[in-house]
């Protein structure tokens, strides 16, 4: 009985980091997997391959995975607006755009990290370290982006083609220089 709930158990972790859509998300997951075949070959009478398993699949390989997508796959994005959100649910609900940003990222094999602030975009961006900030007012939406990277040309492409509609103003950001737009 025990050996068919991990089995089950195995197979639903499996599908599940199949079919997510971020990637850190997957290495979790994957992680998981790994713990519960460990448990598998201890019930199969294989301790020293669970315990491999334990160390090697589910901490070392999760661990070095997060590692290098925190490296080179995220990409960190500092949200703030006008109204001083007091849900972040309610603002990603309200906010097509940020869910289409985030889609976009997806599907550039990019790990999209927003971080809801309430701090004035001029703090964000003289502290903090960003891949884009974005300042929503009522009327328009403020993205600044690093100059170097060169996903701002895509996204900028991106942002013409599908929210042309909008008013977004785009400001290549350059880390120590007066960034006025």
Same mark, same amino acid.
């Given at each position: 009985?025990? =050996?068919? !709930? ?46 491999? =398993? ?15 997508? *925190? ?30 940003? =985030? ?5 550039? =094999? ?7 602030? *309430? ?23 403020? !993205? ?27 400001? *290549? ?9």
């Amino acid at each position: 009985m025990t =050996e068919n !709930i991990f089995l089950i158990a195995l197979v639903i972790m499996a599908i599940i980091a199949l079919n997510t859509k971020k990637l850190r998300r997957a290495v979790v997951y994957l992680g998981v997997f790994s713990l519960i075949s460990s448990f598998v070959y201890l019930l199969y009478g294989a301790p020293d391959v669970a315990i491999a =398993e334990a160390i090697i699949g589910s901490t070392i390989t999760t661990v070095l995975y997060l590692v290098a997508l *925190r490296k080179y796959k995220v990409f960190s994005i500092y949200y703030t607006n006008d109204s001083h959100f007091q849900d972040i649910r309610l603002v990603k609900s309200k906010s097509p755009f940020l869910y289409n940003l =985030e889609t976009f990222l997806i599907k550039r =094999e990019m790990e999209p990290q927003i971080v809801y602030s *309430r701090e004035p975009i001029e703090t964000i961006l003289a502290q903090e370290k960003f891949d884009l900030a974005i300042h929503h007012t009522d009327d328009d939406i403020w !993205i600044y982006g690093c100059a170097e990277d060169y996903q701002i040309d895509a996204l900028e492409d991106y942002l013409l083609s599908n929210h042309g509609d909008l008013n977004i103003h785009l400001t *290549r950001y350059e880390e120590g220089a007066d960034n006025e737009s």
